[in-house]
């Protein structure tokens, strides 16, 4: 303490002495340097920070946990997916304007009945009568021809005419009777009838199901549709099934068919499965042809179809799923007692409270199946 100290009585050296002594030597006597004790944490699952996805929990907490050990089985599990009514490939008719021209009469009208060849449209069109008289112009050149050989021959026979004269003759007929056929292949559009009439008839047997055509209507070739034809006894049931579950499904599968409008329930057999996913909803179409005896089917129906997927894989609770961040499917697989590990699964459709694992587990492994979002609070459960 320096001179100070020897200026000041022993007295007050001493209380000099008693003040700075470090708070750390008297804790008794400064309270205020001591360090607040730590609390206690709350008893709860936490997740480690050493390894991503792995959640420890107390022993208290077990009791409010259930697992289940999966394993493969052979299950008669069933698909189902939303489906409509629709006409099959081939069965539906679209009917356009062969010719350029103005529509004056039109002959049906939508859900009538049809025959093949009935009128269904009535054109006015100047191509249809410019074709017409080509086709007359290319008969008289024919006939033309025809009779120029016919007169050539003679007088090469008689011995007044001229092989020249006759081959040439030849040439011309062939050349007008190759104008006839061609002729004749264009003017197959415009039909019978005189003048700009043309009329479009019906391609095949069906039921009238879209018109656009009225009077008056500008129409050219190769545009939209005047007519739409349908048959009414060629129908399926299109399913639109997610990505996930196609592998399940194949041709021959049994389908039960719930409609709105139907009675009950209607069966069928899968008739096919698409090859291409829709991008945006991730479905894919499958056909089902049905046994509709006794039943009303309308082009349009909707309803839902169960399809029979009799497979051998993991199923489990929809509980023991959680949706991670609103797209990861995941559930929690028990490492010890007290420990869980997540991990990713790829599921299919759940049905009737289950839902099949195709991929991310293993047989044998224990899975959480109540209680999961206490492991992961974040999450949403799968249903």
Not at 369 to 378: P, T, Y
Request: net charge neutral; hydrophobic share 45%; glycine share 10%.
């Amino acid at each position: 303490m320096g001179s100070l100290d020897r200026r000041l009585p022993v007295r007050l050296r001493m209380r000099w002495l008693w003040l700075t002594v470090p708070c750390v030597v008297l804790p008794v006597l400064a309270t205020g340097c001591a360090q607040p004790a730590e609390e206690p944490k709350p008893d709860r699952a936490v997740s480690s920070k050493h390894e991503e996805g792995v959640v420890h929990i107390p022993d208290a907490s077990r009791q409010f946990i259930a697992v289940e050990e999966v394993s493969a089985a052979k299950t008669n599990s069933a698909i189902s997916a939303p489906a409509r009514v629709d006409f099959r490939d081939g069965a539906v008719s679209q009917v356009g304007a062969p010719l350029e021209g103005r529509v004056v009469n039109v002959h049906v009208r939508v859900g009538q009945a049809v025959k093949a060849g009935d009128p269904l449209v009535t054109l006015a069109s100047p191509e249809a009568a410019a074709m017409r008289a080509a086709l007359e112009t290319a008969k008289a050149s024919l006939r033309e021809a025809t009779t120029e050989l016919d007169r050539q021959q003679r007088m090469l026979q008689q011995g007044v005419g001229i092989e020249r004269d006759r081959v040439a003759a030849e040439t011309k007929m062939s050349s007008a009777n190759a104008e006839l056929t061609k002729v004749e292949a264009g003017a197959a559009f415009v039909g019978t009838g005189t003048g700009t009439s043309l009329v479009v008839r019906a391609p095949i047997d069906g039921v009238v199901i879209g018109r656009k055509a009225t009077v008056g209507l500008a129409v050219q070739q190769g545009g939209e549709p005047l007519v739409e034809i349908g048959d009414p006894s060629a129908l399926w049931i299109v399913a639109d099934v997610f990505e996930r579950d196609l592998s399940r499904i194949h041709e021959g599968l049994k389908t039960r068919i719930d409609l709105d409008s139907a009675r009950g329930p209607l069966e069928g057999r899968v008739t096919s499965v698409g090859t291409v996913v829709t991008p945006g909803l991730r479905t894919a179409p499958v056909h089902i042809s049905v046994d509709a005896r006794g039943a009303i089917l309308r082009p349009g129906m909707y309803g839902r179809v169960r399809i029979a997927a009799a497979d051998a894989g993991l199923t489990l609770p929809t509980e023991a799923v959680l949706i991670k961040d609103g797209k990861e499917s995941v559930v929690y697989v028990q490492k010890d007692p007290l420990t869980f590990v997540r991990r990713r699964v790829v599921v299919a459709q759940p049905v009737e409270g289950r839902v099949q694992v195709v991929s991310g587990i293993a047989p044998g492994e224990k899975v959480v199946i109540r209680g999961a979002l206490l492991l992961d609070g974040s999450a949403d459960q799968l249903l």
